[in-house]
């Protein structure tokens, strides 16, 4: 808005108030004087500018983002710590059996360490990261323990049973905002459910499926926030949370009375890739490989991402145009022939519930 209110525009309109007859070339007194009041009246106009981008959602940051949210009951999400799978022993070789460790022993993994919270079966247990966001989903290996475990003789962090979450960035945080302002969730209707889930720690989006299975059933699918499929044990911690399965169409869960909720996360589907390269000269197929593989994953993360937004009839297509024009920016690569992708030339199109996740990747060339 005040983009014209620059030092040189209100220098010279200052400087056109004085009269003619007094000298105002530059080092004159006249020229001193004003120079530095239009200096602050430059600044003025600036921070007037930031005033009126703070002042509306679409160009506010931080907490200004945050405070105009709030008057829609919209928050921030802080950061979770993850869930994990840890797994332990006793004995080595033919004589190695789990091992139950006590619920509170601590371990550490490189820089992070992980607390025992639950007991899954024996030598399996629940750990949680003491280090809250998404650092703690991205360690695998030998735990080693902080204090002495009589009769461990190994143990080591497996799965990602929950993801951890870094807090909540400004551009999801907007769009949470403008699903609330722009959407009706009322009683149990499909805003409603995609609101409640979205709001469970690790859950991106879900999609869901009204009158799947009869009157009053509904089917929750659901993403995790590092947009892939979740862990039967995150699975079931959502079912707890909507529809407690010994309790169904109670209401001792987020979903309305006598609603039957069925929750099942989203299934990754495995897409070989194959091709013939045509490289640069002093170039070979293993270097390349790495980016090629990394291409592709970044374009199956974003179909993960809109999976949501095509709603509980939306199919997901891979396309192996898109995955060609992503290779061809690679660094080396002259063209790309011969593109299949499981096995068969042309796209592949994916069912409601499904994600495509990268297999094998085979380069000829």
Same mark, same amino acid.
């Given at each position: 808005m005040y983009e014209g209110e620059t030092y040189p525009a209100i220098m010279k309109r200052v400087l056109a108030r004085v009269a003619n007859d007094v000298d105002k070339r530059q080092g004159s007194v006249i020229w001193d004087a004003a120079g530095p009041t239009s200096a602050e009246h430059a600044k003025m106009y600036i921070e007037a500018d930031n005033i009126l981008d703070i002042t509306f959602a679409d160009?506010?940051?931080?907490?200004?983002?945050?405070?105009r949210c709030a008057e829609m009951g919209v928050h921030r999400e802080p950061a979770t710590s993850a869930i994990r799978l840890g797994l332990f022993w006793r004995g080595t070789g033919a004589n190695r059996e789990p091992f139950d460790v006590p619920i509170g022993s601590r371990f550490s993994l490189e820089t992070l360490n992980f607390a025992v919270t639950k007991r899954l079966?024996?030598?399996?247990?629940?750990?949680?990261c003491e280090e809250a966001g998404i650092a703690g989903?991205?360690?695998?290996?030998?735990? =080693?323990?902080?204090?002495?475990?009589?009769?461990?003789?190994?143990?080591?962090?497996?799965?990602?049973?929950?993801?951890?979450?870094? &807090? &909540?960035?400004? &551009?999801?945080?907007?769009?949470?905002y403008e699903e609330a302002v722009n959407t009706t969730p009322y009683g149990g209707n499909i805003d409603d459910y995609r609101q409640k889930v979205r709001k469970i720690d690790g859950v991106y989006?879900?999609?869901?499926?009204? @009158?799947?299975?009869?009157?009053?059933?509904?089917? @929750?699918?659901? =993403?995790?926030?590092?947009?892939?499929p979740p862990s039967t044990t995150f699975v079931a911690a959502v079912?707890?949370?909507?529809?407690?399965?010994?309790?169904?169409?109670?209401?001792?869960?987020?979903?309305p009375i006598g609603h039957w909720v069925t929750v099942t996360g989203v299934a990754g589907v495995p897409i070989d890739f194959s091709a013939a390269l045509v490289l640069k000269d002093g170039?070979?197929?293993?270097? @390349?490989?790495?980016?090629i593989e990394a291409a592709i994953t970044g374009y199956f993360k974003e179909l993960a991402e809109i999976w949501a937004e095509q709603g509980y009839e939306g199919i997901t297509i891979v396309r192996a145009s898109q995955i060609e024009a992503r290779i061809l920016n690679i660094p080396g690569i002259v063209d790309i022939t011969g593109i299949t992708l499981n096995g068969a030339a042309g796209n592949i199109t994916l069912g409601?519930?499904?994600?495509?996740?990268?297999g094998s990747v085979a380069l000829s060339g």
């Open positions: 160009t506010a940051f931080g907490i200004w983002l945050d405070k079966v024996a030598g399996q247990f629940e750990l949680t989903n991205q360690l695998f290996g030998r735990l =080693i323990p902080i204090q002495p475990v009589s009769g461990l003789s190994a143990g080591e962090l497996a799965d990602v049973l929950i993801p951890g979450e870094d &807090e &909540e960035k400004d &551009e999801r945080l907007y769009e949470r989006d879900s999609k869901i499926f009204p @009158v799947w299975n009869g009157g009053g059933t509904v089917k @929750v699918c659901f =993403i995790t926030t590092e947009l892939g079912q707890e949370i909507l529809d407690p399965e010994p309790y169904h169409q109670q209401g001792n869960g987020l979903a170039m070979t197929t293993g270097q @390349v490989q790495p980016d409601a519930e499904e994600i495509p996740v990268l």
